[in-house]
T-cell receptor, first 113, second 114 residues
Framework: QKEVEQNSGPLSVPEGAIASLNCTYS??????FFWYRQYSGKSPELIMS????GDKEDGRFTAQLNKASQYVSLLIRDSQPSDSATYLC?????????????FGSGTRLLVRP | GAGVSQSPSNKVTEKGKDVELRCDPI?????LYWYRQSLGQGLEFLIY????????KSGLPSDRFSAERTGGSVSTLTIQRTQQEDSAVYLC????????????FGPGTRLTVT
């Protein structure tokens, strides 16, 4: 079974700081990687996707991918209390003729006002 | 545009009853997925539909679970003879073409088996 590992947290940062969320994955052949945000009682919301090594920026969010180290991270700049949520890392796994997302257990982020 | 929709949003059923959960994907999305999220647990893959291809049912936990997708659009997940361990949030996601692309989730159906 392919695995995706995340620190469960909580990761607590002050408002305005940079929050850094990390994820490692076991399948060296994985090709697409995603970060979802999940508020309590809600469904996951896609916030970033990344397919190539390096950085990808979207507003206050930056995803970083290092396939050699099998490592994905998400940076949130100028963190706001509204960013407080659980962040799920997901890696796309390909089987014979199918694709599915393998999710980490999530990191809970708390942004202190 | 409209996102993925699911119904009902909540379902309470007695142990042993059958339930049907419905998912309507984003218009034009050919791939549809069902996942399950149990309290305090991660998301667990259940089944994947892509166009007219045979579905990948490898994640279904038992033969009490089945799913179908009619006309390449709406999908129904059926759980027969429900058990208490089936209590979870059932999430549907769709993707424009399956494969390695982005998946967008619906609001989920919270199933409680008493």
């Amino acid at each position: 079974q392919k695995e995706v590992e995340q620190n469960s947290g909580p990761l607590s940062v002050p408002e305005g700081a940079i929050a850094s969320l990390n994820c490692t994955y076991s399948d060296r052949g994985s090709q697409s990687f995603f970060w979802y945000r999940q508020y309590s009682g809600k469904s996951p919301e896609l916030i970033m996707s990344i397919y190539s090594n390096g950085d990808k920026e979207d507003g206050r969010f930056t995803a970083q991918l290092n396939k050699a180290s099998q490592y994905v991270s998400l940076l949130i700049r100028d963190s706001q209390p509204s960013d407080s949520a659980t962040y799920l890392c997901a890696v796309n796994e390909k089987t014979d003729s199918s694709y599915k997302l393998i999710f980490g257990s999530g990191t809970r982020l708390l942004v202190r006002p | 545009g409209a996102g993925v929709s699911q119904s009902p949003s909540n379902k309470v059923t007695e142990k042993g009853k059958d339930v049907e959960l419905r998912c309507d994907p984003i218009s034009g999305h050919t791939a549809l997925y069902w996942y399950r999220q149990s309290l305090g647990q991660g998301l667990e893959f259940l089944i994947y539909f892509q166009g007219n291809s045979a579905p990948d049912k490898s994640g279904l936990p038992s033969d009490r679970f089945s799913a179908e997708r009619t006309g390449g659009s709406v999908s129904t997940l059926t759980i027969q003879r429900t058990q208490q361990e089936d209590s979870a949030v059932y999430l549907c996601a769709s993707s424009i073409a399956g494969g390695l692309g982005e998946q967008y989730f619906g609001p989920g159906t919270r199933l409680t088996v008493t």
